[in-house]
């Protein structure tokens, strides 16, 4: 069975045909291109696909347990949250464990619990188990993942602690990619996403 397939879709918009009797199929592994002048349907298309939008006549099937990752052409993100945070979300409980272990570290720099050896030694244990869960769900190797994602796609080191609120549109468009990449969903789909990254950072997608 296809990854995806869709028959004899069709969608109207106020009663105007936008897509008529469009079938298509992604087999697992492949990467596909669509191409097309604007206002031809490309983006309508992709949204019904990603479930995003009802069709209004046919049928699409995919495969048991599919994940879906859709990036839109322009991105809605938090604000306040920083680049790294909004990469990191992506990692669920390996972010939340990470947070825990930054927070207990902050204690056990704390003169008071310093001087409390039962307090100390209860803090440390602490540590231990949320370190070791930590390590258990590959906590240092998606760390590594988040580093390496954001590098390839054009967003270097200086800019992670940067609010999303201080970023371009096209710096913006960059996380949210990430975000998605790091979900590693069974199928992403892409809308325009080379309108805002570099020869390098294109290359770097294509590659990966």
């Not at 069975?1 to 492949?30: I, Q, T, W």
């Not at 049928?59 to 839109?72: D, E, H, K, V």
């Not at 570290?105 to 930590?134: C, H, N, W």
């Not at 201080?166 to 710096?171: A, P």
Request: aromatic share 6%.
């Amino acid at each position: 069975m296809s990854l995806l397939s869709a028959h004899n879709l069709h969608k109207y918009y106020a009663g105007n045909p936008v897509l008529l009797d469009v079938s298509c199929f992604l087999e697992r592994g492949e990467r596909v291109g669509l191409i097309g002048r604007n206002g031809t349907g490309k983006t309508t298309l992709l949204r019904l696909l990603a479930q995003l939008e009802d069709y209004d006549a046919g049928q699409i099937r995919m495969a048991n347990g599919i994940r879906l990752g859709y990036l839109t052409q322009g991105v809605e993100l938090p604000d306040e949250m920083t680049v790294w945070q909004v990469a990191s979300l992506a990692l669920g409980t390996v972010m939340e464990l990470e947070v825990t272990l930054r927070n207990l570290e902050a204690l056990m720099g704390q003169p008071q619990i310093m001087a409390d050896q039962e307090l100390l030694a209860k803090v440390m244990g602490e540590y231990t188990r949320v370190s070791a869960e930590f390590e258990r769900l590959g906590g240092y190797e998606r760390e590594v993942q988040v580093r390496t994602i954001l590098n390839g796609l054009g967003l270097p080191e200086p800019v992670w602690g940067q609010p999303i609120g201080s970023l371009s549109g096209g710096q913006r468009t960059r996380v949210a990619l990430a975000k998605l990449l790091l979900e590693q969903p069974d199928i992403l789909f892409l809308d325009e996403p080379t309108n805002h990254l570099d020869v390098e950072a294109i290359a770097w997608l294509e590659a990966n």
